[in-house]
């Protein structure tokens, strides 16, 4: 093969590749390019031949199902929810593994133990026994009930134990000799080397507190303690009288996916660099 | 590997640990062993007398043919997620790798769906799927000979709630493939080549046995991801419906407990779950460090 040919031979498997490529992540945006049309469309849009056509509802969609849902005291409520768990969980994991890595202790390995074997306890496995804790403490339908429970992370702690691990002795020594103590280290010298370690598990952890489901299911009872995944739910048209007003729902979907989405896509250098390169 | 250089301090390593230990033992390891218990005792009807039965639980529910159905769905949900989701993105992150120009672009065109909540994105696909409405099952009903009836069919209600989990984890399963691609020499394949390696066969024998540790770890995840985080995406779409097609064990176990308030049978249920959650835990830790140290 000449290598004229071989060029244009490379350049046409080129043009292929990214011609799967553009057809895969259409085919992958599908979903969200439809249910956004749906949310711009009228009932009767909605009824008729499905159609990817924008409506004029746009508007009156999004305000309907914004009062319909409550949606203002939703989104407060997944935001503060994530936001808090999400700090109580970095928190914690830091300290646990600043515990872990820097110290030498009686009980450590029952200690680390005692924090991975949550790894192997998700949420719906134990939930029934759950709910009576949290109802013995009255946390049933607070705040607290819906953060505390879920603030300890195994994930996290092995996260900065990882990253702590790499941390050379000669930085310890050197901190040592200068009379730094423990607390002084960790503030001074570990937290000014992890706010990229944070910033890629805040996205990890803050999806994760954004699309809890059965935990906010459970423990709230009332409509102004809902969170915005568990709120979806209530507006979507059983059969019989309802009208399929899938539009509304389509609206508060888009409503509710927005922010994670916003999240992950702004903060991704860090989440693909840091949480998939040391997870491996 | 023990570090050299640590911190002497008595009492100040307990006091760290210890908010993290405390939820632990309150959220964590007290519920499991109340679960543990449980699985022990039938409670009469009104939940006001508990009589120890000791295993009775356990031989019922692998009796029962509701749990061997539920278990077999779980094998086909949890396979159908596992295998084809990998495969799928598999196939995307070495296209993917070719794709010099556009690489970022492309893996954020495929990596949003991840911050979407699993019932939220039930939802959506719910909604394309649906059987009066939806634009699928409209414009294939004529070119696919299938019943796209979700409500009333439990293959279609299946396929909905396996392409839901699909999608919602691709963009993640495509980042780790990619990551561990990119870690794989060049050279290596360059090599090849100039021995006269064809692109399939260097795949074959370079590429995918370098990236065996990604594949096993992302199977592994998605195993767990199939199991027990998919919770959301049942009670959103099919409530483990019609006629529990849907109905994996995470489900039942939920149902049972919380529906029907039938404790002990749940409890044996979470149980069950939580030795797979252990197996699956231990097999992982094992793979990512031969020996743990601290």
């Given amino acids: 093969m000449s290598r004229k040919a071989a060029v244009a031979k490379k350049s046409w498997k080129t043009l292929l590749n990214h011609l799967v490529l553009i057809l895969i992540v259409l085919l992958v945006a599908f979903p969200l390019i439809y249910a956004f049309a749906i949310s711009t469309q009228s009932l009767q849009e909605v009824v008729g031949r499905p159609t990817l056509k924008l409506g004029s509802s746009l508007v009156k969609n999004y305000r309907e199902a914004w009062v319909r849902s409550n949606m203002g005291r939703l989104l407060f409520n997944s935001i503060f929810v994530a936001f808090t768990t999400t700090v109580g969980k970095i928190i914690m994991a830091i300290l646990s593994a600043f515990a872990i890595v820097f110290f030498n202790f009686r009980g450590k390995a029952i200690a680390f133990w005692t924090i991975f074997v949550t790894l192997m306890l998700p949420v719906p496995v134990r939930i029934v026994s759950t709910y009576q804790v949290i109802s013995d403490l009255g946390w049933l339908n607070t705040y607290v009930g819906l953060t505390v429970p879920l603030m300890a992370s195994a994930t996290g702690t092995f996260f900065f134990r990882q990253f702590y691990r790499t941390i ?57 303690m809902r969170v915005v995944v568990v709120g979806l739910r209530s507006l979507i048209p059983g059969g019989g009288e309802m009208l399929p007003e899938w539009n509304i729902v389509m609206a508060a979907a888009m409503i509710a996916l927005i922010l994670p989405v916003i999240v992950i896509l702004s903060l991704q250098k860090y989440f693909v660099e840091l949480y998939i390169e040391t997870e491996k | 590997m023990e570090r050299q250089v640590v911190f002497r301090n008595k009492w100040l390593p307990y006091l760290l640990l210890m908010p ?17 218990r449980l699985a022990l005792y039938r409670t009469t009807p009104f939940g006001d007398r508990m009589f120890f039965v000791g295993l009775q639980n356990f031989q019922r529910l692998f ?8 278990v077999m769905t779980t094998l086909v949900f949890t396979a159908s997620v596992t295998l084809v989701g990998v495969f799928i993105s598999l196939v995307i992150a070495l296209l993917l790798n070719q794709a010099i120009k556009g690489r970022t672009i492309y893996r954020t065109a495929i990596l949003w769906p991840y911050g979407v909540a699993l019932p939220v994105a039930g939802v959506l696909w719910m909604f394309l799927m649906h059987p009066t409405f939806g634009i699928v099952p409209y414009y294939l009903d004529g070119i696919i000979n299938f019943n796209f009836d979700w409500i009333l069919n439990g293959q279609a209600a299946m396929l909905l709630v396996i392409l839901t989990a699909i999608w919602t984890n691709l963009g993640y399963n495509v980042a780790f493939f990619l990551a561990g691609l990119q870690a794989i020499p060049q050279s290596l394949l360059e090599a090849a080549y100039v021995d006269g390696a064809t692109r399939v066969r260097s795949i074959i024998h370079i ?26 995406l049942i009670d959103a779409v099919t409530k483990g419906g019609p006629a529990g097609a849907t109905e994996i064990m995470i489900y039942k176990a939920y149902r049972d407990g919380i529906i029907s308030l039938n404790l002990g049978s749940s409890a044996a249920q979470s149980v069950v779950l939580m030795v797979l959650a252990i197996l699956l835990t231990v097999f992982q830790f094992r793979f990512i460090e031969r020996k743990v140290s601290y």
């Fill in chain 1, 168 to 224: 050379p002795d000669e930085l310890v020594e050197a901190a040592q000799i200068d009379g730094a103590g423990p607390l002084r280290f960790l503030w001074s010298v570990l937290m000014p080397n992890s706010w990229a370690n944070i910033a890629a598990l805040f996205v990890v952890l803050f999806i994760f507190g954004w699309n809890q489901y059965l935990w906010p299911l459970m423990i709230t009872h009332t409509v102004d």
């Fill in chain 2, 20 to 36: 993290q230990i405390a939820i632990t033992i309150v959220f964590f390891f007290w519920p499991a062993l109340t679960s543990l």
């Fill in chain 2, 63 to 70: 009796a029962s043919p509701q749990y061997r159905q539920s």
């Fill in chain 2, 207 to 232: 590429t995918l046995p370098l990236l065996s540790p990604t594949i096993f770890f992302l199977l592994v995840m998605n195993v767990v991801y199939s199991l027990f985080d998919t919770f959301g």
